[in-house]
């Protein structure tokens, strides 16, 4: 098939003449691929031989899992005195790390859902493993508040269920409403994703024989690509997306309520959940931004996560920054203008004080570095862009870390001033969820289709069907005019 | 009663007995649908690796009627979470703290909301698998050998044998004129090619 960019650009053109050309008019899938080598392409790489530095990799996560697993015993064991938590800093490093990770899986969602909806096609390339990151993100956001309670054993407390005791959570709680929001997410998440590897696991399982075959056959559902099915189908994703996107702003914000609901200086602001959410988007697209780039590399999908996209997604990178950044300035300005002074102190204390250290690092990781990305050249350097990335999520770790430690470290009463360390069990359950991260991503890179095949066939020039319509000696050529005004029709209804 | 389900699931069954032909590309694919929608099948569907955009109008289905169900779904989520906030708070176990409210709106906006989100999310997706009659372990277009292909790069056409008009030969003819690669007769006993031969040279 002679699919070259520039019959891509005819046959898209669904822009009338003398509408600028958009980045849309770009082809989105390089290499001139058919059908049939997107399938192979993707599917393959579920079907070849393991590689070696998936096992080099993935040996490296579960060393870190077992770190995982000896941090949570010892935890579980010894209980939460064996972290640097005392008053006034009663949430540290687990917060820190909960709120960081909660982050870090919402650009999965505002790839997959909000992308979808302003119909910004290029996310095909990159929803699957954004997906996947989100989800394997909330598991590890997860473990934090379940074992900050002390008492895991009892976390079902945290759920309207009936009890000897008669009692009932406190909903006007915002510990609460994040119980309900961010184990919500991650069964929304958890269907949306599914949903959308339903037609690829098809694509597999038809590949596949014996026991493979069963096993995707099983989860695949008997999909069968029936037009009849993709009407409900594509229903279904649409709602989908169209419920996850309130969903993935409300987390984040519910997540924001938890500080802004106290009466703590520096938490009280209602600039919370925007900035949180604003914050949350540009970690989590630094930390997909990290792991496409090792991923497409080693699996040579450079085809189908072209540098277009890798471009557009620092773009989105240097505008949340930037909103992130000018939050920080705007509660500075709110801390002075509002002439409180204890909020004038936290604010004070935050930049000058103990953990000016920390400040300075939250700062310029995320406020002045990612401003490079004004410079198309930079934008598009990918050492720069997996080195802006990594800054990325130190500086929003730093962030969060700032948030609560800083905040709480000097409260109302000085005679409880203190200042804050982890001890070595916070790293290592920290370093710990890598591990349980990184597990679940290798067992996802080696099991499922990483890219949406389905969806990256969809936005093919030749998967429009008047892509054809110029077509000759098919035996609709003398149809091609009428064919190409509904084609115009079609594209306006 | 389990005979009731078990002819109910046959009758299903049933509607992928017929002809399946395959065609190279998805414009081909729609000519064809609407040529033999022009010739007065009906019971016909389509089999591609991805969603064509305008197949539906080709076909003639209608909009999918999952944003209605969903919506009722959604309804019974809220309708639950302004109800679990409320009775536990105000009614099971009330508690005044400084005289404030025991139930409120405000406050539990959030867990509403969520919960709403919940329960849409679950209709959306199993209304889906519902009304597509997913999962289905067996379907006897898998006989099909070639109809493999139709999650990779192959575009199929099927028509229904309970279609008014079906006709073994003449359908197959009429498939075959509109440019159909191959044509295979698909039942419970297995897939038979019945691409005419001499057609495909015509075409």
């Not at chain 1, 949350?280 to 496409?292: E, K, P, R, W, Y």
Request: charged share 15%; with cysteine; proline share 5%.
């Amino acid at each position: 098939m002679a699919t070259t960019s520039t019959s891509y650009d005819e046959s898209s053109l669904a822009y009338p003449a003398g509408v600028p050309k958009t980045l849309e008019d770009a082809p989105l899938v390089g290499g001139n691929l058919s059908f049939h080598d997107v399938t192979e392409l993707i599917a393959g790489h579920n079907e070849k031989k393991t590689p070696l530095f998936w096992f080099f990799g993935f040996s490296v996560a579960l060393f870190l899992l077992g770190i995982f697993g000896l941090s949570i015993s010892y935890l579980v064991w010894n209980g939460t005195g064996t972290w640097g938590v005392n008053n006034p800093v009663g949430w540290g490093w687990a917060i820190v790390n909960f709120v960081w990770w909660v982050g870090i899986g919402h650009a999965g969602t505002l790839i997959s859902a909000i992308l979808f909806l302003f119909r910004q096609r290029w996310r095909t390339s990159i929803n699957r493993a954004a997906e996947a990151m989100t989800l394997f993100a909330v598991a590890c956001a997860l473990v934090f508040p379940t074992f900050h309670t002390g008492r895991p054993w009892l976390d079902y407390w945290m759920m309207p269920v009936p009890n000897q005791m008669a009692l009932w959570p406190q909903f006007k709680s915002p510990l609460m409403w994040d119980v309900f929001a961010v184990s919500i997410y991650g069964m929304v998440s958890l269907l949306f994703w599914y949903t959308g590897l339903i037609p690829d696991l098809a694509t597999l399982r038809d590949r596949a024989t014996g026991l493979r075959q069963k096993i995707i056959g099983i989860m695949a559902l008997g999909w069968t690509g029936s037009n009849r099915h993709w009407r409900h189908y594509d229903r279904a994703y649409l709602i989908l997306a169209g419920l996850a996107t309130p969903l993935v702003l409300s987390v984040h914000s519910v997540v924001s309520f938890d500080f802004a609901v106290s009466i703590v200086p520096g938490w009280h602001t209602t600039i919370f959940p925007p900035y949180f959410v604003a914050g949350a988007i540009f970690s989590g697209f630094a930390m997909v931004m990290t792991l496409l780039l090792v991923a497409r590399k080693a699996y040579n999908l450079q085809n189908l996560i072209t540098l277009d996209h890798l471009e557009k997604m620092n773009l989105i990178i240097l505008l949340t920054g930037s909103i992130v950044g000018f939050a920080y300035i705007t509660e500075f300005f709110m801390a002075w203008y509002s002439g409180v002074a204890y909020e004038q102190y936290a604010f004070r204390n935050r930049a000058f004080g103990d953990y000016a250290w920390a400040y300075w690092i939250m700062m310029s990781c995320n406020l002045l570095l990612p401003q490079l990305y004004w410079v198309k050249k930079f934008r598009r350097s990918i050492p720069l862009m997996f080195t802006i990335a990594i800054v990325v999520n130190i500086g929003m770790w730093f962030e969060r870390f700032v948030i609560v430690v800083s905040s709480l470290h000097r409260d109302y009463l000085p005679s409880s001033w203190d200042y804050y360390s982890p001890t070595i069990w916070d790293a290592g359950i920290y370093l710990g969820t890598f591990g349980l991260f990184f597990t679940l991503f290798f067992l996802f890179l080696r099991f499922f289709p990483m890219v949406a095949i389905a969806e990256i066939k969809g936005v093919l020039p030749q998967a429009n069907p008047h892509y054809y319509d110029h077509g000759q000696g098919d035996g609709h050529a003398g149809e091609a005019p009428k064919a190409a005004v509904s084609a115009k029709t079609d594209e306006v209804g | 009663m389990f005979s009731a389900i078990k002819n109910r699931l046959a009758d299903h069954a049933n509607q992928h007995v017929g002809l399946l032909a395959e065609f190279s590309d998805p414009g081909s694919l729609m000519q064809a649908v609407k040529a033999l929608r022009k010739r007065g099948y009906s019971r016909l569907d389509t089999f591609s690796p991805f969603a064509i955009h305008g197949m539906d109008k080709a076909i003639g289905l209608g909009t999918s009627l999952l944003g209605y169900i969903v919506f009722i779904g959604g309804l019974a989520g809220c309708a639950l979470g302004v109800w679990l906030q409320w009775w536990t708070s105000a009614v099971s176990y009330p508690i005044n703290i400084a005289n404030k409210p025991l139930f409120s709106v405000e406050p539990s906006m959030p867990i509403i909301f969520e919960l709403m989100i919940l329960f849409s999310a679950l209709t959306a997706v199993g209304a889906m698998l519902a009304l597509n009659a997913l999962p289905k372990p067996y379907n006897p277009l898998f006989f099909s050998k070639r109809f493999a292909r139709a999650t990779d790069d192959g575009f199929f056409l099927h028509i229904q044998e309970t279609d008014d008009l079906f006709d073994r030969a003449a359908t197959a003819q009429a498939l075959s004129e509109e440019g159909a690669l191959a044509i295979e007769y698909v039942s419970h006993e297995g897939a038979e090619d019945v691409t005419a031969p001499d057609s495909i040279n015509e075409t």
